[in-house]
């Protein structure tokens, strides 16, 4: 099946610091990447979505300047929290869909996310 | 906007025993998604219903949709503690090209020797 990764599974940075989060799709194009957050205990709420090649589309209530999101190619997307606050720790998850024909077009492939602790 | 209401959010049941998780939704939703999450872990596809009627089996759970009701449902059958896990369901809402989901609070189901 197909396979999304994320790097770094878990990042510890101190308060004010930026950290970059990738999200690749292994064996497949993704023409559509969504990042989500998920904190403790929570379900997973989406912060936006990232098509190749355009500026994402983010959520209500998720500030663009904060949470930078570059799809620059098909197999991979990065997120990066600026001045990352201690409110800013979660996991953070990366999904990919296939925009070609295949298994991958109608599902989401979720990567393994990325804990991020902000002290 | 799509709203996906699960039920119950929490289930704690035996060994052997059935049981169904419901998931609402307010609006037509092209696709309809149950995941897993283990503790500590990412997202593990499940099932992808796409039509009303739709019902898919993979070992001990079985997910089924209908569309006119707006509700699906996960089905365990003889539960195992290896099925101890958060479940999600997910919908698409309709139209649009991208299939950004919107997910339900989850079910936490603890399955006890």
């Known amino acids: 099946g197909a396979v999304v990764s994320q790097h770094p599974s878990r990042v510890i940075c101190k308060s004010g610091t930026s950290v970059k989060i990738e999200c690749r799709s292994l064996?497949?194009?993704?023409?559509?990447m969504f990042w989500y957050r998920q904190f403790p205990k929570q379900s997973l709420m989406l912060m936006a979505t990232?098509?190749?090649?355009?500026?994402?589309?983010?959520e209500q209530g998720v500030e663009k300047d904060k949470f930078l999101i570059n799809h620059a190619s098909l197999t991979l997307s990065t997120l990066t929290v600026t001045s990352a606050h201690p409110e800013d720790s979660s996991f953070y998850i990366c999904?990919?869909?296939?925009?070609?024909?295949?298994?991958?077009?109608?599902?989401?492939?979720f990567g393994p996310g990325t804990r991020l602790t902000v002290l | 906007e799509l709203k996906v209401e699960q039920n119950p959010l929490f289930l704690s049941m035996q060994e052997g025993k059935n049981y169904t998780i419901y998931c609402n939704y307010s609006?037509?939703?092209?696709?309809l998604y149950w995941y897993r999450q283990d503790p500590g872990k990412s997202l593990e596809s499940l099932f992808v219903?796409?039509?009303?009627?739709a019902v898919k089996q993979e070992g001990r759970l079985m997910a089924s949709l209908d569309t006119k009701a707006r509700l699906s449902t996960l089905h365990i059958t003889a539960a195992v503690h290896d099925l101890s896990a958060t479940y999600f369901c997910?919908?698409?809402?309709?139209?649009?090209?991208?299939?950004?989901?919107?997910f339900g609070k989850g079910t936490l189901l603890t399955v006890n020797p």
């Open positions: 999904s990919a869909r296939g925009g070609v024909s295949g298994g991958a077009k109608d599902t989401q492939y």
């Open positions: 064996d497949f194009q993704a023409t559509t």
């Open positions: 990232s098509n190749e090649g355009s500026k994402a589309t983010y």
């Open positions: 609006t037509t939703s092209d696709r």
């Open positions: 219903l796409l039509s009303n009627g």
């Open positions: 997910a919908g698409t809402g309709s139209g649009g090209s991208n299939y950004k989901l919107t």
